[in-house]
């Protein structure tokens, strides 16, 4: 059975930061390409980064370059967002998706709040 959990959100301040992980199960984690998306109130899903299954190659949307770093430990079959510089337009539920020809996977999600 594949399982895909996110855990890590909360509320926090402008500025602050937080460390989303995602823990998986029931398929092959090293195989498969890794993103975070998310979506905010009223807007449709957007991809904010993904990392290819060797990890050696991420991509970002414009909006959190430099502020988020995506990574992963195919060890443990987890993958991890760091979210630094928080503003409050990065409020959204963030999800978890493992996609490779075949298998497209995802998360329930978890709720970011950035507010004051």
């Known amino acids: 059975q594949v399982q895909l959990v996110e855990s890590g959100g909360g509320l926090v301040q402008p500025g602050g930061s937080l460390r989303l992980s995602c823990a998986t199960s029931g398929f092959t984690f090293s195989s498969y390409y890794m993103r975070w998306y998310r979506r905010a109130p009223g807007k449709e899903r957007e991809l904010v980064a993904g990392i290819a299954n060797a990890g050696g190659i991420t991509n970002y949307a414009d909006s959190v370059k430099g502020r988020f770093t995506i990574s992963r430990d195919n060890a443990k079959n987890t993958v991890a967002l760091q979210m630094n510089s928080l503003k409050p337009e990065d409020t959204a539920v963030y999800y978890c998706?493992?996609?490779?020809?075949?298998?497209?996977?995802w998360g329930q999600g978890t709720q970011v709040t950035v507010s004051s």
């Open positions: 998706n493992a996609r490779r020809r075949g298998g497209d996977y």
